[in-house]
T-cell receptor
């Protein structure tokens, strides 16, 4: 266990559904991240939060909406997704968003869009 | 755009041998370098970080960094079947901001 938890671990949703992914870190870190991992592709950074403030949005479609209510929790709200959005969604945290800090990943949510 | 290349195909090594993985990166100003291990169906697990030129050893793992040649490598000594996984190289951007660029990974298969 890395101290980063994610729920649900698996999610199947239709293209018209709305769902949310949840991430919680118990490490006392100040930075949290959402990544997407698709087959045969490198990890893609989606969003970066530092002390609840979004500091980076890597040109992610608006059907993905992040929320960070405090430094320990991070959500990814999903709506009207496409089948190509099916992937492993990973949450990570690090001590700070600047500097050479190590990132620790949660177990991920395996998302399938039908 | 930052690029992190891990070009080798799947690597098969006999149990007890040394597995050697290489990674090259395009951003000359990169400051920090990481190796993650990812088992099939699991999330990446940080196994090594290196910030200065030279070697860093941690148990059976050794990371080697050469900033002049822009490569970082990972050696796994006395390979065990439990080392069978995909190894991801990650590099942060110039200035030390904690945005990581990942390679596609190298699959290692340790044959008993």
């Amino acid at each position: 266990e890395t101290g980063v938890t994610q729920t649900p671990r698996h999610l199947v949703m239709g293209m018209t559904n709305k769902k949310s992914l949840k991430c919680e870190q118990h490490l006392g870190h100040n930075a949290m991240y959402w990544y997407k991992q698709s087959a045969k592709k490198p990890l893609e950074l989606m969003f970066v939060y530092s002390l609840e403030e979004r500091v980076e949005n890597n040109s992610v479609p608006s059907r993905f909406s992040p929320e960070c209510p405090n430094s320990s929790h991070l959500f990814l709200h999903l709506h009207t997704l496409q089948p190509e959005d099916s992937a492993l969604y990973l949450c990570a945290s690090s001590q700070e968003v600047v500097g050479s800090n190590e990132q620790y990943f949660g177990p991920g949510t395996r998302l399938t869009v039908t | 755009q930052k690029e992190v290349e891990q070009n080798s195909g799947p690597l098969s090594v006999p149990e007890g041998a040394i597995a050697s993985l290489n990674c090259t990166y395009s951003d000359r100003g990169s400051q920090s370098f990481f190796w993650y291990r990812q088992y099939s169906g699991k999330s990446p697990e940080l196994i090594m970080s290196i910030y200065s030129n030279g070697d860093k050893e941690d148990g059976r793992f050794t990371a080697q960094l050469n900033k002049a040649s822009q490569y970082v490598s990972l050696l796994i000594r006395d390979s065990q079947p439990s080392d069978s996984a995909t190894y991801l190289c990650a590099v942060n951007e110039e200035g030390g901001n904690n945005r990581l660029a990942f390679g596609k990974g190298n699959q290692v298969v340790v044959i008993p």
